[in-house]
């Protein structure tokens, strides 16, 4: 099992930024992918980035790309979103998901609202 606790979402501005963090507790030893997601009302839940827990690659959402960027803290089993430029379409439940062989772990989400 792998608990995941993500903070750092909020309200702000069109073109300010956010840091989301997602902390992941239990299985990490055998952690293989984290990765963040998000969920606009009404829409499905649609990929945004990922980071190869091993080998520190990363891949981004072409929406994201450019303007966001997904980092870890080994140390501390920590990753990280920095969302910059944002505007009203980044509003959405932003969720952490790690995954461990062929299971992923979902955290509870974390609301970011992007005014105009």
């Known amino acids: 099992q792998v608990q995941l606790v993500e903070s750092g979402g909020g309200l702000v501005q069109a073109g300010g930024s956010l840091r989301l963090s997602c902390a992941a507790s239990g299985r990490t030893l055998s952690l293989f992918l984290m990765g963040w997601f998000r969920q606009a009302p009404g829409k499905e839940r649609e990929f945004v980035a990922t980071l190869n827990w091993s080998g520190g690659a990363t891949t981004y959402a072409d929406s994201t790309k450019g303007r966001f960027t997904i980092s870890r803290d080994n140390a501390k089993n920590t990753v990280y979103l920095q969302m910059n430029s944002l505007q009203p379409e980044d509003t959405a439940v932003y969720y952490c998901?790690?995954?461990?062989?062929?299971?992923?772990?979902w955290g509870q989400g974390t609301q970011v609202t992007v005014s105009s």
């Open positions: 998901a790690a995954r461990v062989r062929l299971t992923t772990y």
